[in-house]
């Protein structure tokens, strides 16, 4: 069973950064695929990146493409998502998930498991 915990979300003015992180449990982290995903209130679950097990493949949501990076350090058993040029339509809580396999996982895949989120607001 792997275990998700997010951190790093906060308050940030339009135009800041954030880094998030999301640390997991168990050995075997480099065998799943990582994606984060968003959800404001109202809205639907949005997927914002995903990356492979081995952080060579990397993919992005069109809105957030360009502002936001998607790494992670195996060694570590944690996934990031730096974001920059924050907007405020960026507010949402933004959960990570992970998938077995080592491939990318899109916004269509079905992931296995989630973390209980961290809420990022950008103030106007």
């Known amino acids: 069973q792997v275990q998700l915990v997010e951190s790093g979300g906060g308050l940030v003015q339009a135009g800041g950064s954030l880094r998030l992180s999301c640390a997991a449990s168990g050995r075997t982290f480099s065998n799943y695929a990582m994606g984060w995903f968003r959800q404001a209130p109202g809205k639907e679950r949005e997927f914002v990146a995903g990356?492979?097990?081995?952080?060579?493949?990397?993919g992005y949501g069109d809105s957030v493409k360009g502002r936001f990076t998607i790494t992670r350090d195996n060694a570590k058993n944690t996934v990031y998502l730096q974001m920059n040029s924050l907007k405020p339509e960026d507010t949402a809580v933004y959960s990570c998930?992970?998938?077995?396999?080592?491939?990318?996982?899109?916004?269509?895949?079905?992931?296995?498991?989630w973390g209980q989120g961290t809420q990022v607001t950008v103030s106007s």
């Open positions: 990356i492979s097990g081995s952080g060579r493949n990397t």
């Open positions: 998930a992970g998938k077995r396999g080592t491939s990318y996982a899109g916004p269509g895949s079905r992931y296995d498991h």
